[in-house]
């Protein structure tokens, strides 16, 4: 939305309320405003208007259930500063219901729910709900469930906020084996629920989106998992304070060692920064004291959706040996469907390049695509900077076999390449310190890795008119980094295929939308792709 758009849904407001006797007069911090407004990313052009209208309209009522969680969220919430706990339930919300925090209990609260629900009010949810047939957290004379409560109060509510992981996405309680068969609210109801997820949120993201419906009356912009884009948008590990040592290959061995307390990456020790969305290094916690890789433990990935069960041990890296879960990669295959037939794409694995028909039949290139391949001249190349130097040294001093190997078995020259078996080769000698001698023990490693998410591996998609070009030029420094951070062969084989062929779906995507065709693509097993692809006849 742009800033006359908000502009004009304020000032609709303020004539709405200047024209009714209805004022709340009350006084509106403007340092609150400002810090809020910070983190949202809205125009301080708007700060006049948005406090005068604060200052006269209604305050927003909210309802707060606690289903199945443990109040974390609520201790987070309390600790606000900027607004602080008092502005927020004073000067700017109504907290109408909150079990943890009103004074009525037993029958007297059952009456003040009821009152409300005759009121404008938002809906916020604490906790992931029981299935129907549980009837957990049956409570009170009138014996309602928990699934029942939410159902009646989420009807009535203007907006709904799913405020925690285990509202947003089931949290502890949905971790395998599941016992109270417990559900992310948004699973069982018919409304838009706004998802905050966090175990527990920060006090700002949880009041920041509460803050923008009671400006607004709108909700905001939110992903494909109805995270809010302004708090979940960003992989926290890029804004980590830790970052450059990660791209040294400068790893804490263990908890509070001197690498640790000197700033060293927590990836060795187990930190999901890389794999997780969340705002918490600008936003930070309890006040904005500090935030979990501050405070020395890495990043446990709680914000992430199944982040109990996805990411393995919470203090040791996603590697094979601390899965609970077993996902399996299914190889690499292509599955193609057109609107004429099936095999406009195709795979020809002796030269792993991609092929397409184009509208007048003719065979191209999908994948533009090439890389210097001389694995002694991308060392150079990662080693001319300062990070990368100590990369590659850190590099050489834990992976000697395969550092020595690669700078005997390559000359000087440069090797342009353009198919992916080479690219497949070059990952395999960085990881094994040997060559790749079927593409198959490649596939099978990735096959074998047992998490369902992939170490990012910088692969850049440049999609222009009915050109694809894939750059893997910076992608050689990845697994450097993640073998001094503790990954091994299976992860990082697997890594490379989900990166790629995450690329490779969108390009495809873009590519069928330009020659007005549709293609369809997935990961599968690696015999199929023989039988899909007749590689021979090209
Ligand atoms: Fe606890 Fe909230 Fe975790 Fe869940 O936060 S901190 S278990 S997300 O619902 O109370
Ligand atoms: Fe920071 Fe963790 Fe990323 Fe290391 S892995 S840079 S500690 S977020
Ligand atoms: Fe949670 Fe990780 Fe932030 S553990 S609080 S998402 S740093």
């Known amino acids: 939305m742009k800033i006359q758009d908000f502009e004009t849904l304020l000032i609709k ?6 024209n009714t006797t209805l004022k709340d007069k009350k006084h509106i911090r403007e340092e609150s405003l400002k810090n809020i407004f910070k983190y949202l990313s809205l125009p301080n052009e708007l700060l006049v208007l948005a406090q005068e209208l604060l200052e006269i309209a209604p305050k927003t009522k909210i309802v707060w259930l606690h289903l199945c969680e443990c109040t974390g969220c609520t201790e987070s919430f309390l600790r606000s500063v900027n607004p602080s706990f008092d502005e927020l339930i004073f000067d700017l919300f109504s907290l109408e219901y909150h079990e943890t925090l009103m004074a009525a209990d037993g ?11 005759e009121k404008d009010f938002i809906l916020v949810v604490e906790g992931a709900v029981g299935a129907i047939d549980t009837y957990f957290l049956t409570l009170g004379a009138k014996a309602c469930n928990g699934f029942e409560l939410l159902q009646k109060i989420a009807s ?8 925690g992981t285990c509202s947003s996405y089931g949290g502890i309680q949905a971790a395998q084996p599941n016992p109270s068969k417990s559900l992310a609210i948004s699973e069982v109801l018919m409304q838009k629920v706004v998802n905050i997820p966090g175990c527990p949120p920060s006090d700002i993201n949880i009041i920041g989106n509460l803050f923008f419906y009671a400006l607004f009356k709108i909700l905001p912009q939110c992903d494909e998992q109805n995270r809010p884009i302004w708090a ?27 690498l640790a307390k000197n700033g060293a990456c927590l990836f060795k020790v187990g930190c999901k920064g890389p794999y997780t969305y969340n705002n ?4 930070k916690f309890n ?36 899965a609970y879960k077993n996902f399996s ?44 391949s001389n694995l002694k001249l991308i060392l150079q190349n990662i080693a001319k900077n300062k990070l990368g130097a100590s990369l590659v040294q850190n590099y050489q001093k834990e992976f000697t076999k395969n550092y020595d190997f690669i700078q005997t078995y390559f000359d000087d020259n440069s090797v342009i390449c353009s198919d992916l078996y080479t690219l497949f080769n070059s990952f395999y000698i960085l990881t094994q310190g040997e060559v790749l001698k079927d593409i198959k023990e490649f596939l099978a490693l990735a096959k074998v890795y047992k998490f369902k998410h992939a170490s990012p591996m910088d692969i850049k998609l440049n999609l222009s008119e009915n050109e694809v070009k894939i750059d893997v030029s910076k992608s050689f420094r990845m697994p450097l980094i993640y073998l001094c951070g503790g990954l091994d062969s299976q992860a990082i084989a697997f890594s490379l295929m989900n990166n790629l062929g995450k690329n490779l779906s969108k390009a495809l995507k873009f590519l069928s939308q330009n020659l007005n065709q549709s293609y369809a693509f997935e990961f599968g097993n690696y015999e199929e792709l023989k039988s899909i692809f007749n590689t021979e006849n090209l």
């Open 13 to 18: 407001q303020l004539e709405e309320l200047r």
């Open 107 to 117: 029958f007297y609260s059952e009456e003040l729910l009821d009152s409300v629900l």
């Open 156 to 163: 009535k509510a203007q907006a709904i906020f799913a405020v």
């Open 232 to 258: 979940y948008g960003k992989c926290l590990h890029d804004m980590c304070e830790r970052k450059a040592r990660f791209e040294s290959g400068i790893f804490a061995q263990e908890f509070g060692d001197d």
């Open 280 to 283: 918490c290094p600008k936003v």
């Open 287 to 322: 006040s904005k004291t500090s935030w979990p890789v501050a405070a020395g433990h890495g990043c446990i990935a709680c914000s992430e959706k199944d982040f109990w069960d996805d990411f393995g041990s919470y203090e040791k890296p996603m590697i094979n040996a601390f």
């Open 329 to 372: 990669f299914e190889g690499f295959k292509f599955r193609v469907k057109t609107q004429k037939d099936d095999k406009d794409i195709i795979l020809n694995f002796e030269s792993m390049q991609i092929l397409y028909k184009n509208t007048q039949n003719e065979l191209c290139n999908f994948l533009n695509f090439d890389f210097e």
